[in-house]
């Protein structure tokens, strides 16, 4: 039996739920999913939104995502990301600790961080929190106050008040993580095989790609994979590799996987659709740290995503201003590594998926139910009763040109300005509040401030 007379009614003859993809009636009340009913289930006289043939999404999530407000808002800001989630249909996001000023390294820091995003997000946020070299008596009160687990950096950041950790500072860190239950996610690139081809590659040109490329060899992040293995099997636990790139990590995934190790990872929309024989010189918004690499390395990947060694997709959105990104020299080893896809997350990796035969279930899995899984997020990524109610309704077949004029981040760069890419997000719901309606971001903020429960 359907519950009382819901708020409105979703539905849509493609709403794909962790069953699979079926016409629906979603009932939505207090901003919840109330029940999942047949198609024609509706309550004489409920409000009901048609979603016709378009496909009924759950709202992504996307737990790598770097604001930089407070220091850093002229790089990207609460208001400004999070209406570029809204229209990519991103409902719930974490915020990488680094490259704010202060960084989320204390809980003072994450009160600042808070205060910053009040009122400004019009999607659901949540924090990590932050390990570096001198905060160990921090990380409790971090813990305590909802971060939802702990990054650190093998290697440079980038940003000087971010350092990274050597190997005893890693196992300090390790041992705090094991006493309060916490995630400890990583940045995995060794500096050792980074410093030698950095050295390698004398007067190379550094606007070729191939120069960047070959200063970020794979070796840096299989042996910080390996590392990050043993770290579990010494403390027991759950280590997560952030933004994979190098494919030759995943057998040690998969044999620490059969192992019964607590060891996840995730990769990125760039790494499953862009490929380095691709890039043009000098075109340093295609520059992340750890690279795009070869065509052949990405459809290892996408193996690895297919077969479970990679565990979801994420954006690790991370922007600058322009002359960051050197324009003007076009050099890849000055260059600001970031990119920008929050926005545009799900339409690059739908594009990519379809063509290899993956399904818009496959889709939800990837980018909404196993990272709301691996965050804790009980009430995200799915299509079901008791859920909130963060829905997108997404127009799969529909294929458009990325313009400049479309994105709602800060700083309109992006390796795939004039790309075509397939499906258009028709709209967004945050808990029942329509926050995006084709391609317009609409009413006021309504996303909230999360903490782990």
């Known amino acids: 039996m359907l519950p009382a007379m819901p708020d409105f009614v979703l539905r849509s003859r493609r709403v794909v739920t962790p069953e699979g993809e079926r016409p629906a009636a979603v009932h939505i009340r207090a901003g919840v999913i ?33 604001v930089n407000e407070p220091g850093r808002t002229d790089w990207e800001g609460f208001a400004t990301a999070t209406r570029a989630a809204a229209a990519g249909g991103v409902t719930t996001l974490l915020d990488m600790p680094l490259n704010s000023i202060p960084p989320t390294t204390t809980a003072a820091h994450l009160a600042v961080k808070r205060a910053a995003a009040e009122g400004q997000c019009w999607v659901d946020v949540g924090f990590w929190g932050g390990a570096v070299p001198d905060n160990a008596a ?19 950041s980038g940003v000087a008040e971010f350092a990274c950790l050597d190997t005893a500072a890693l196992a300090a860190v390790a041992g705090e993580m094991a006493v309060l239950g916490a995630t400890l996610i990583v940045h995995a690139e060794t500096p050792g ?28 992040e299989e042996q910080a994979v390996a590392q990050l293995v043993e770290l579990v099997r010494a403390h027991g636990i759950h280590v997560h590799v952030v933004h994979l790139s190098a494919a030759g990590a995943l057998a040690q995934l998969r044999a620490a996987h059969a192992e019964g190790l607590t060891i996840t990872a995730e990769t ?34 996408w193996d690895g995503l297919r077969s479970g060694a990679i565990d979801f997709v994420v954006s690790d959105h991370s922007p600058c201003p322009s002359d960051l990104k050197r324009p003007d020299d076009g050099d890849f080893l000055q260059a600001w590594g970031g990119i920008s896809s929050l926005q545009l997350g799900l339409r690059v990796v739908w594009t990519e998926a379809r ?5 818009l279930g496959d889709i939800a899995r990837w980018m909404a139910e196993g990272p709301a899984r691996f965050a804790g997020l009980e009430r995200k990524g799915s299509v079901e009763t008791g859920k909130d109610a963060d829905l997108v309704l997404f127009d799969p077949d529909v294929e458009s040109t990325v313009q400049r004029d479309e994105l709602e981040h800060r700083h309109k760069l992006s390796p795939y300005l004039g790309h075509t890419l397939a499906g258009r997000v028709v709209a967004t719901w945050v808990r029942g509040v329509r926050v995006q309606r084709n391609g317009h971001v609409a009413g006021d903020p309504a996303g909230r401030l999360l903490e782990r429960t």
């Open 268 to 301: 990125c929309p760039h790494y499953l659709a862009l490929a380095a024989e691709d890039v043009p010189d000098g075109a340093t918004a295609h520059k992340c740290a750890p690279p795009v690499r070869e065509a052949a390395n990405r459809e290892r990947l």
């Open 34 to 66: 109330a029940a999942v009913g047949d198609f024609d289930d509706v309550p004489a006289g409920a409000p009901t939104v048609e979603g016709g043939e378009a496909a009924l999404l759950p709202g992504l999530v996307d737990i790598h995502v770097h």
């Open 138 to 156: 921090d990380l409790k009160a971090l813990h305590d106050a909802g971060v939802f687990g702990f990054k650190a950096f093998l290697v440079d």
């Open 355 to 359: 063509r290899r035969g993956a399904s």
């Open 193 to 220: 095989p980074i410093a030698v081809a950095t050295a390698a590659l004398g007067h190379a040109d550094p606007r070729r790609y191939a120069t960047y490329l070959a200063s970020r060899p794979p070796a840096a």
